[in-house]
Nanobody, 112 residues
Framework: QLQASGGGLVQPGGSLRLSCKAS????????MNWYRQAPGKQRELVAV???????NYADSVKGRFSISRDNIRRTVTLQMNSLTPDDTAVYYC????????WGQGTLVTVSS
């Protein structure tokens, strides 16, 4: 299971940090992902962190977002800086461990 937290309302240019705690998987061996889905749009992959801590980002968030993991706390974090209204979306953590597991989604709203 994945339990996400940390969404909310932030002004343009602001920052938010999302966290996702995992259970029921061998977390240290799993690649962890963050997706987002904006209103009326398809879900898109935002950031990935592999078991060896390699990272990859969507072009739209490179240089602004940072993904990290804490294997002891079984948590993956998405630090989001310089947010714009285009970042408004429901953010989901995800892992594929035999099958797809999705967190419940956390809403991020960027608005003045």
């Amino acid at each position: 299971q994945l339990q996400a937290s940390g969404g909310g309302l932030v002004q343009p240019g602001g920052s938010l940090r999302l966290s996702c705690k995992a259970s029921g998987i061998n977390f240290s061996l799993a690649a962890m992902n963050w997706y987002r889905q904006a209103p009326g749009k398809q879900r898109e992959l935002v950031a990935v962190i592999t078991s060896d801590r390699s990272t990859n980002y969507a072009d739209s968030v490179k240089g602004r977002f940072s993904i990290s993991r804490d294997n002891i706390r079984r948590t993956v974090t998405l630090q989001m800086n310089s947010l714009t209204p285009d970042d408004t979306a429901v953010y989901y953590c995800h892992v594929r461990w035999g099958r797809n597991y999705w967190g419940q989604g956390t809403l991020v709203t960027v608005s003045s």
